[in-house]
């Protein structure tokens, strides 16, 4: 069963679309394997949509803002609206065909959130592939995370944060056992070693480089580099 | 009297739900664009959402023309795509902003110089905004197949096929857009869907 779930203040930045699209990402494919989280996600967007387009709420901020009922008297609504229902066109839905990836001959169904994204080449260090997802986002850094049967990584703590969501299989830390669709958000405060007993396929957003903290994993701290 | 209908729908839908937003009369100008094309509705639609839109692109955007630019591509989103919003699915608001919202955030990252690469709508799908998918699993694989079947039909007959079950139009939508008279629209899905019954049937028995 899934026990970990995004905080509230990450679904509301998420639904008012003030998230990275890693993260955002992320939330998608999360909430896709948790009706819980579906729900609540449901349920604050109409909210959010009801005030946003309730004219009393507009009222409070029009109050001294007489620039911007300027500007909007100066667009001409007549003009775009001609413009908008002079096209014909309708926008037909194409089905969305499954993308798959194979790590070490096992193939998985990629999640329908990460559709358009374009994915880099795998790398390998040990039991552990990683492939890039080039979102751009400067210093977030977003990947698939394909660890083997056995494999694991060395205790470590996260300089920023790092989010994982299990795709399939499973892997424990300290903290417990965790299943497919977990949403698992750790900051500098948390330390881990997690491992996975029968191999999974996670997906990780992480903001610095891991950094390793026990004796001999310290000369690992390079792999930090490479997970992130 | 399709009205009556419409409000006892939306208004038990939710507690969020205010009165000050006449709901039922915003899912039946979204309607009559979907079924209709019509222009009348969508001006209504537009003088309803456009000034709200623009106030809350310029809390987003500080350049004007980037914030017109959110309600010109929004409400035309809202008339290329009103086929799409499902009404028993949540409120016309809650559609209307997951559009707005998802133009604002490809525009966001194309600004940002992350990429111009509209992710938005897989992160939040327009169509069916949020709704349990699972059950379609296992269905993909049949889909494709489907498909390859249907893409050998003659044109005429996919462009009839594909609205009808792909883009779920209704067979008088369907004449609309195709230009047809309605009988037409139906003789040639009836032609379709007895050649597709004759080739899927080969493998399914």
Redesign the interface.
Known sequence: MINNHPKFELIQAF???DLP?SL??GI?IH???C?EC?KT???F??????N?????F?DR??VDDND?LE??AA?D?DH??N???D?????????T??KNISFNDETYIIP???????LGKHAHIGKLTRTRI????NEIHTSLLHIQPGGGVPEHTHKGFELTVLLAGSFHDESGEYVKGDFIMLDGSHQHNPVSTNGCLCYTVASAPLHFTKGINKLLNPIGSFIY | MQTNLLSKETSAKSTHMSDKINHPQLCQWLDSVAHSRDKQAFTHLFQFFAPKILRIARGKFPNEAQANEVVQDTMSNVWRKAHLFNKDKGAATTWVYTVMRNVTFDMLRKIQGNKEDNLSDDIWPVAESMSCETEGFDDHLADKNLLSVIENLPQAQQDVVKGFYLREMSQEQLAVHLNLPLGTVKSRLRLALGKLKVQLGEKHD
């Open positions: 639904v008012n679309g699209a955002s990402a998608a909430a896709d394997m009706v579906q996600i449901a349920q967007t109409e909210q959010v949509a009801e946003s387009f309730e004219e009393e507009l901020f029009i911007a500007s909007i667009i609504f775009m609206i413009a908008i229902v096209s014909s066109d309708i926008d037909v839905v194409v089905p065909i499954e329908t959130a990460l559709n358009s994204m374009e080039q979102l751009n986002e």
